[in-house]
């Protein structure tokens, strides 16, 4: 009862849980009422072209905000960001890029946070007919992620085949990840 009074004068304060610093104890306590202002945040701010990389008295403002709030913050530019998105030809967007000192979309910095601020994480699957990206809970077992794919592929998990994605880059291929020795097999409490 102590923690609902606690959450209830913070919330009169038109303050969010976010901020209040609940122990684990306390968040475990109040955890099945679902508290909205507990939730993470992530913000995103829309600048101006000349403000993409430094900000704007507007975007400084939401940093503070997103400081007391315990929340992220992602300052973008949306019209370069869709002038990118439209470009087919990778050396057009790489120079384009470049002008703009980028060194990647924020397109994809704000992907990144999302995930993180989620507990989230990918996995790919590849065969002759298709490249597919798999989303997971950080912490799943090998089994919880096959059940990602089908539900079956759960119950009669034994083991996967795995590649890292930067040794995948390197080599190129399956038949020369496997040739290299960096190829493995994880059993049912990879993850």
Request: with cysteine; proline share 3%; glycine share 6%.
């Amino acid at each position: 009862m102590e923690v609902l009074q606690k959450c209830y004068a913070h919330l009169e304060q038109g303050k969010s849980i976010r901020s209040l610093d609940l122990t684990k104890e306390e968040k475990a306590a109040v955890a099945d009422m679902f508290l909205l202002t507990d939730k993470p945040v992530l913000y995103v701010a829309n600048v101006d072209e000349p403000s993409m990389h430094t900000g704007n008295k507007f975007s400084e403002a939401l940093k503070k905000v997103a400081q007391e709030e315990g929340a992220e913050i992602i300052i973008m530019s949306n019209s370069i960001e869709a002038q990118i998105s439209e470009m087919e030809d990778p050396d057009d967007k790489a120079l384009f890029m470049d002008e703009y000192q980028m060194k990647e979309p924020a397109l994809n910095r704000l992907i990144r946070s999302a995930y993180q601020l989620l507990g989230l994480n990918t996995y790919f699957t590849a065969g002759v007919q298709e490249v597919r990206a798999w989303t997971f809970h950080e912490g799943w077992k090998a089994p919880q992620c096959a059940g990602v794919i089908h539900t079956d592929f759960e119950k009669g998990f034994i083991k996967a085949e795995v590649i890292g994605y930067e040794d995948y880059l390197q080599y190129k291929s399956e038949a020369a990840c496997r040739e290299a020795g960096k190829l493995r097999i994880e059993g049912k409490i990879f993850g």
